[in-house]
């Protein structure tokens, strides 16, 4: 399944999964070092842990949830020239350093 962009999903500064826009939808799959760690936490309660990966034919509701609304939702959507509908795209730009403990980054560290 060839992923059209990627996501790497951070908990408390620690990798824990990439997250994947594909020709099906999406898919997030955990780390298996982070499963492995001590300790590790869920991204959301609707993604438990597990080495299995979720797919989703829209994005998932946790990470939707992460994009802003509204106004600054018109900002972002401004200031980077990206479609309201492209939900991705939004997440990428939007969620490096959101509320919470759960980053969005384009490439690993």
Known sequence: MEAYRTAYVYVRNTYAGILQETDFGYSFRYDSDYLNCENPTPVSLTLPL????????????????????????????????????????????????????????????
């Open 50 to 109: 597990q080495s299995e990966e979720f797919t989703s034919k829209t994005l998932f509701a946790f990470f939707d949830g992460l994009i802003p609304e509204g106004w600054l939702l018109d900002i972002v959507s401004r200031n980077w020239k990206i479609e309201r509908r492209d939900r991705f795209g939004l997440l990428l730009v939007a969620c490096k350093d959101p509320i919470g403990n759960v980053q969005i980054k384009e490439e690993t560290e």
